[in-house]
Nanobody, 112 residues
Framework: QVQLVESGGGLVQPGGSLRLSCAAS????????MNWYRQAPGKERELVAK????????YYADSVKGRFTISRDNAKTTVYLQMNNMKPDDTAVYYC?????WGQGTQVNISS
């Protein structure tokens, strides 16, 4: 069973930045697409970004395009989500995902 552990959440003001990390337990990390999802209160979980195994292909939801950047370090089996120019609508629990494996989530709050 793959374990995923997110970190880096917190409270920031609108316009601020956060960097989330997701550390994966040892597996063939480098060949799999990794995903970041988020779930806001009262809303369904939504895909925010994903990155291919080599990092050569990425996808972003329209709502975060141009503000968020997904990256990965295969040597560290870690995937990152750099979030800039954050908005109140970005408030959610952010989850790292691979296949059927999910992390515990990290809370992100955007508020002045």
């Amino acid at each position: 069973q793959v374990q995923l552990v997110e970190s880096g959440g917190g409270l920031v003001q609108p316009g601020g930045s956060l960097r989330l990390s997701c550390a994966a337990s040892a597996f063939t990390f480098s060949i799999y697409t990794m995903n970041w999802y988020r779930q806001a209160p009262g809303k369904e979980r939504e895909l925010v970004a994903k990155i291919s195994g080599t990092g050569g292909a990425v996808y972003y939801a329209d709502s975060v395009k141009g503000r968020f950047t997904i990256s990965r370090d295969n040597a560290k089996t870690t995937v990152y989500l750099q979030m800039n120019n954050m908005k109140p609508d970005d408030t959610a629990v952010y989850y790292c995902n691979f296949g059927t494996s999910w992390g515990q989530g990290t809370q992100v709050n955007i508020s002045s």
